[in-house]
């Protein structure tokens, strides 16, 4: 039961502030700004804010300091959307996924590059030894 209000409420969590960011802040440090996650604590008193940022690393350098400055006005829009007692804490937290998919490409690439050169390899490849590898007896009688 609580899963599911923890869940509820990240999702809700999430929603609201894509919304806001959607909107703009008045920091122009802000870049493209894309929430992809928000886990919140067991006792609801915490949320783990993951997001991506479009564009070179130090746009997601100033982009997680625009973040960072702006946590108190974006839990303040938080609390107000969701009207509940205790709001909880927003850390945000850069997301490693699209460096782990771009590792994961770059790894793909070189299998296939690997492959293509394994095949071309055993196109020309020939079998050892006789091209007839099994001994027929010659001067067996035929029944």
Excluded: C, W
């Excluded at 870049?31 to 993951?50: C, K, Y």
């Excluded at 969701?82 to 909880?88: K, Q």
């Amino acid at each position: 039961m609580a899963g599911e209000r923890q869940a509820r409420l990240a999702d809700r969590i999430r929603v609201i502030l894509a919304e806001r960011l959607e909107k703009g802040l008045r920091d122009p440090r802000l870049g493209f700004v894309t929430i992809t996650d928000v886990r919140v604590s067991g006792d609801l008193q915490h949320a783990s804010v993951f997001y991506t940022v479009l564009g070179s690393e130090e746009e997601r350098i100033a982009s997680g300091a625009a973040l960072a400055s702006a946590t108190g006005l974006l839990r303040k829009e938080v609390g107000r959307q969701l009207n509940i007692r205790l709001v909880p804490t927003l850390e945000f937290i850069p997301d490693a996924l699209p460096e782990s998919a771009d590792h994961i490409s770059d790894l793909l690439r070189q299998a296939r590059e690997r492959d293509a050169e394994v095949a071309e390899l055993a196109s020309s490849a020939r079998h050892a030894g006789d091209a007839d590898p099994y001994r027929v007896d010659d001067d067996r009688d035929d029944v």
